[in-house]
Each structure stands twice: as C-alpha cells, then as structure tokens.
C-alpha cells in the first residue's frame, strides 16, 4: 500500500541568516538529502519504497513589471513507502528558485503523509497536505510535467492567497464502489491559515478555532475518465489589525480527463466575516481548461486553452486590500518529445487587477526522473 504521489526553509547563500534560518536551512537540506538519498537505504529497510523527480527550464517574455530571461524551474522530489501492508508513508520536497534578484533556493517540505488503510471504505492519515478543495490542487501537485498547461491557475497557485493551499491535520478518505458508480469522500481537521494566510499553519495554529474540509466526488463506470465533485472549508483567520475573520469556502468542479478532449472546470465562492459585527464580502474565482491530444502519429501533441478570472471585492476583509483580481486567457501547445519528458509553448493575455492587460510567452521544457522502485533496482543503480 504506497501512497501514491498524487500529495521554507530559506537557503540564501548571499545574505546574512539568523540562526533560526540557519538550522531551518540545515534541516530542510537534511530532509532533501534524506529523499535524494531514499534508494540506497530503502533497499537495506523495505522493498517497497519508490522516489520519483520532476523538474522544469523556462524562458519568459512579458509585457508585465518582472523580469524576462531564461529561469530555472522548481525541483521536485516524491518519495513513498510501504511500512506495513497497511501503513504508508508519503513526503514531497520541493527547491525553488528565490528571486530574480537573490540567489539560492527555498527548500521546502510541501506535504508529508502518515496513512494507515483500514479498507478501500476508511482510510486515515495525519501530516501536511495540499489543502483538498476543488480538483486542480490534489490532481496537479509541485511538478510542471504532471499538468497539460505551463502553470496552474491563478486561483490555486502555489503561494497564492485566494484559496488555502497547505492544510495540517487529520484527514479521513475512502470510496465505495468499483465498475460502476464510484463515490469517493473525505472529511479533516486541522490548522488553518497562518500569520501569513498564504500558509498554512505549520507550527500551530494562530487561533484556538481549527480549520475543517469535507469534499464528494462522483465517477460514473463508464466513462472512467469523469470526475465531479463539490467541496467546502471553514476557518477563522487572524488579521494584522483588527478582529479575526471567518472564513467559508463551497467549491464544485467537473474534470473529464481522457484527452480526447480533456476539459476541466473550477468553481470556488469564498465569504469573509469579520467577527464583532465586521464587514462582510463574498469573493469568487474559476476556470475552464480544454485540450485535445491529437490522433495517429500526432499524438504527442495537445493544443490547449484556459480562461480564468478571480473578483475579489475591495469590501473583503480578509483579502481586499491584496490586489488579487485576475482575469486571463491563453492557449498553448504541449508536445511530448520522450514519454518523460515535455516542451510547451504558451501565450497569455491577462489582467492582474488593473485596467490593462498584458501579453506574455512562456517556454517550458518538463520532464520527471524515471520512477525508482527497489524490488527492481539492480547492483548499478537507478533502473527505468
């Protein structure tokens, strides 16, 4: 039973570190290494443990305020574990460039998993995970090469502050049915937004009020590739200044993901209430995504185009005054040269909350390190 990887510390060599960001950088250093180095010592601990890779190269040109040029892409390293038939473990670690104007790499631990299965019906597990709302932040995690376009959209972007992208806690998940109508649920608690709500709250929560998710997702036997599902979240957040908010997120999506065509839709409707008779604000964002990988000898071509858009009004409490309101259309093309690996052309026309809009391309090459499996490694290393 491996969990299947479907789950900062600052490292600034140019910069004087505190010493907490010392040891913060020594240990998520200690943990990539840990995960680099899982092979070798999974084969003397279990036969079960597999590591997989990701990574992407950009080159970026933009009629927005940021810096053009070639870019390193994020690495991302997943690592499972069978401990026990029914106990599993999961740990994804991610090194991300800084800035363009400092060098060095966040190393992070984006989510680390304990799940015990008790049956296909109950599964229980505890740990950091990418918050399960909507569809796009559990099907495409840290990985380009994972996801048909360049980015992911703007209302769940890694780092982004519409939606809540980590979640610690307990999580309970299972499905009934097979062959037929499948329904899958899963229902958690734990701490929410941090200081920085953008985060989540790792070392804590800010408020004695936990955090709590509950989503349904429904996949009819035939076609397999359907998925539909609703989700909701609840939290109260903590303000800089000012009286606490409370936070209640509904979501649906629809994601048919056979290729031929593939379309995926997001919905998300947040509302914002500042506690002691407050301002109160409903804030929405979505998008649709649709591909199509051609047929015959063309097959490892698959145009594609999204639009998205996230209204966040001024009223808003809690996210008013962060100038997040988007509206963007683009289209692209992926072509897959190798089986594990990915060149995508992508152009952009978006608004980032003023009037104007901005034209971008982005090239991306992506491409994931063969999967590791210690029942096949052979006395040499790493087989395919």
Do not use: C
Not at 2 to 17: E, F, I, K, N, V
Not at 163 to 171: A, I
Not at 174 to 190: D, M, N, P, Q
């Amino acid at each position: 039973m491996l969990l299947a990887p479907s789950t900062p510390m600052l490292w600034r060599p140019d910069a004087q570190l505190s010493l907490e960001d010392e040891m913060r950088s020594l240990l998520g250093a200690g943990v990539l290494a840990l995960l680099l180095a899982a092979p070798a010592a999974a084969q003397e601990r279990h036969p079960n443990a597999q590591i997989i890779g990701f990574t992407d190269f950009n080159f970026l040109t933009t009629e927005r305020p940021l810096p053009d040029g070639f870019r390193s892409g994020q690495f991302a390293g997943h690592l499972s574990a069978e401990l026990t038939p029914r106990l599993g473990v999961f740990a994804e670690v991610t090194a991300t460039p800084i800035t363009p104007v400092q060098t060095g790499f966040n190393i992070e631990i984006e989510r680390s998993i304990l799940r015990y299965d008790f049956s296909d019906y109950l599964k229980l597990s505890a740990g950091r995970y990418h918050t399960p709302v909507g569809y796009w932040n559990t099907a495409f995690h840290h990985g380009q090469w994972l996801q048909t376009s360049v980015n992911r959209p703007e209302m769940v972007k890694f780092g982004g502050q519409f939606l809540p992208v980590h979640f610690v806690g307990l999580l309970a998940e299972g499905s009934v049915g097979s062959g037929g109508l499948s329904v899958r649920y899963h229902a958690g608690i734990g701490n929410g937004r941090g200081t920085n709500i953008a985060r989540g709250g790792d070392a804590g929560d800010v408020n004695p009020q936990r955090a709590w998710v509950a989503g349904l997702s429904v996949s009819p036997g035939t076609p397999r590739q359907l998925q539909i599902g609703a989700s909701a979240y609840g939290d109260r957040a903590n303000l800089a200044v000012g009286n606490p908010v409370d936070e209640r997120l509904v979501g649906a999506f629809f994601a048919w993901t056979a290729e031929r065509p593939e379309i995926i839709a997001e919905y998300a409707s947040v509302r914002h209430t500042q506690t002691g008779g407050g301002p109160r604000a409903t804030s929405k964002a979505g998008y649709v995504q649709l591909a199509y990988r051609l047929p015959g000898g063309a097959s490892a071509w698959k145009p594609y185009a999204r639009y998205e858009q996230v209204e966040v009004p001024a009223a808003d409490p809690l996210l008013g005054t962060l100038g997040l309101n988007y509206r963007a259309v683009l289209a692209g093309l992926r072509f897959d040269f190798a089986p594990v690996a990915a060149l995508k052309a992508e152009y952009r026309r978006e608004k980032p909350g003023g009037p104007r809009w901005f034209d971008t391309i982005i090239l991306q090459v992506s491409f994931t390190f063969p999967r590791w499996q210690e029942e096949h490694a052979s006395s040499e290393g790493v087989t395919p």
